[in-house]
């Protein structure tokens, strides 16, 4: 009869009272202040280098501002030409166009007469790519590429796209480059933002999204010297609809985006995700509504820095709540595709600021009622303010059941 007996002694088989498996697992966020610091200058210096693609970012979004822009003109012949009359009924040669001809797309391929759609395709070609680069570019840093990989070759393919249109001949031309310079751009900000927050601990998170705004709103900047979602990107498109100085307007703008990131960092640590989200988004929503009305000049350009400063915080806003919610393994697919919700909306923008320089009820109102319908889903969402990131969609969900 065979022995029963077992093969090994009691003392290896009896499983130990401290297992490892009964022990906590760390978080991320914990492995990273433990590996490499809370936050160093070594940090400092790295995050700061790959947020400033954020730069270059903000020009190419906003370079349309001027490039694709209706320049003034003037008669050079009263017997035959009004200032005041529609400049498709006068002769050619009863007027002409102020300052070099080749100023904007509008002046150099004779579009002051096109439509809306032809005025107006380059912008809405160039978020088109970023949409479409959005779907296509956006997990493969959590994949194949990785995040640095993939943040070199979506700058690499931007550059190149935006140098190859000063060889463009005719407006579709130039749109094709649009778009390939939108499609190489989309995964900048998402994977930047991503990389920067996951060298850094937690406190510090809010403000590597401070510094990739601060990089943003400087790009912006530099345009006069060189234009939520749908508002974030639309307002400073529009402002040339507002009849003031646009480059006083664009600089304005970007001045009034730094603030915004600046106080997005006092705020980031004592208000909740939740209700700093509808704050910003009903107040920019209102502000926006309220420029169709025919205030003063100065009153307009207000009312438009309000509801864009408003648009930057609560954009701002957004991507952090996007990196909190999402584990890593995720988390940057997830980020850009979150950055295509803004993004689909700024295809029509163009459309639409163009049609609202006859009416700014097709610019300023829709741009004002899209946001306040949206902020009504941010409802639908849980509260992650001082909730430590996860690693895994295991992880995750084990969060979510213990919440609920």
Known sequence: ???????????????????????????????????????????????????????????????????DSEPAWHCINNGMC??????CYLSKSSWAWNGHTYKTIISDWDLECASSFIKGLPASSFFLGCLLGGFVLGTLADTSLGRKNLLTLSCLTMSI?????????????????????????????ATALVLATEKVGSKWRGQMGTIAGISFASGLLSLPGFGIGIVYYSMPLAVGNLGFNIYLSVAFNALAEIPSYIIFSFIVSKWSRKGSLLAFTT???????????????????????VSYFSACTAFIMLMIYTLELFP?????????????????????????????????????????????????????????????????????????????
């Open 283 to 305: 107040l920019g929503g209102i502000c926006s509504i309220m420029c169709i009305m025919n205030w003063k000049e100065v009153v307009l350009i207000g009312l438009e820095l």
């Open 161 to 189: 796209a935006s140098l190859m249109t000063i060889f463009s001949t005719n407006v579709w031309i130039y749109s094709a480059f649009r778009f390939l310079s939108g499609f190489g751009r989309a995964a900048i900000g």
């Open 1 to 67: 009869m065979a022995d029963s007996s077992p093969l090994l002694p009691p003392f290896l088989l009896a499983e130990p009272e401290n297992s490892a498996v009964d022990e906590p697992q760390a978080s991320l966020d914990s492995v990273v202040e433990r590996v490499i610091g809370d936050f160093g200058w070594t940090q400092l210096v790295q995050s700061t280098l790959v947020l400033s693609s954020r730069f270059f970012d903000a020009q190419q979004t906003f370079i349309s501002v001027y490039a």
């Open 328 to 404: 890593t393994c995720v988390r940057n697919g997830a980020s850009s595709m979150v950055r295509q919700a803004p993004v689909f909306g700024a295809v029509f923008s163009p459309i639409l600021i163009s049609a609202g320089r006859s009416n700014k009820v097709l610019s300023y109102g829709v741009f004002g009622l899209v946001i306040l319908c949206s902020s009504v889903f941010v409802f639908c969402l849980p509260e992650t303010r001082g909730v430590a990131l996860s690693d895994t969609m295991d992880e995750q969900e084990e969060k979510e059941q213990l919440a609920m």
């Open 82 to 87: 009004n200032s005041s009359a529609n400049i």
